[in-house]
């Protein structure tokens, strides 16, 4: 098993696969029973509930008797990380080697638990070389439903959105969105709604942005 420093204790490919299946479980039912989870990873549930609580101790889920567990905001923070770490594979095994999409995400999927913040942000910038500071974030509106990304922190609108308990720095997931353009997003303090006007202001850090 590869060992990856994303943050201090060490975080484990093990830890990772549980904390990325959580975050993609929990879009559509939260909290995650561990049976369900111990299913989807093929695993015991024996296994599930050690590993759980595990997690639980260390601050990366939280975990309600009889219903289930939640990512805390350090662990979804750590799995959009690792989705990210992924998707930079996708897009430089596909684009620039010419592989087909189903074997670059099998590779993407083997890299993204051995890939430093360092080599994230190399690779990053070798996609993306000619980005410049005006174009390195894009508005929330050019997120479609499944996607997500991380406020910028230099935001000219973050203050307009304090109130609804979403902050620059943050990520934000597209749940779904309306005819007139209204987003519902889901935050790391529950779910919101913003009306299109507000939503084309709010921007997006580019390059943390994760498709689906």
Known sequence: MVDLILDSPI??????????????????????????????????????????????????????????????????????????HRRLWEVFLVEKLGMSTADAEDLACRFEHITSTDLAARLANFLHPHRSADDATVPLTTLHTGDSGIIAPTDPNRHALTPLNVTAGSRVTVLAIAENGTRLLATEGGQVALAAPLAAKIHITAEDIIHV
């Open 11 to 84: 975080i484990t490919e093990s830890t990772e696969m549980y904390l990325l299946r959580i975050a993609q479980l929990q879009q559509v039912r939260s909290p995650v029973p561990i049976p369900l989870l111990a299913q989807e990873l093929a695993v015991s549930p024996v296994s599930a509930n050690e590993m759980c609580r595990k997690l639980t101790q260390r601050e990366l889920i939280t975990y309600e008797p009889y219903k289930g567990v939640t990512l805390t905001a350090r662990g979804a923070d750590l799995a959009q990380r690792v989705l990210h």
